[in-house]
């Protein structure tokens, strides 16, 4: 899945250095290790019941839900000058 993380100009260039000196196209692979890694580090016992609830809500609800949610999102104002793509 694609998504877009804030990161400083700093973190991108170590993040390229670090991924160069693999041998790596880009730096996804240290960004997936990183994050599997916060993950493992986090497994207590509310994050594995948290996890365990996906695909729990009845589809009618999780739909209502999902509505509300794009319904707000839609009206989340942000300063689209700010932000850099990742690509």
Known sequence: MRT????SDEQHH?????ARRRG??????LVQDA???YLQS???EDLQ???SLRGSLPDDRAESWHRRIEEAWSSWTTDR???T???
Not at 4 to 7: L, P
Not at 14 to 18: D, I
């Open 4 to 7: 877009t993380v804030e990161i």
């Open 14 to 18: 170590a993040l390229e250095v670090l």
């Open 24 to 29: 790596l196209r880009g730096f996804s692979p």
């Open 35 to 37: 994050i599997d890694q």
């Open 42 to 44: 986090q497994s207590g």
């Open 49 to 51: 019941a948290v996890l």
């Open 81 to 83: 000058s700010s932000s």
């Open 85 to 87: 793509p990742t690509s």
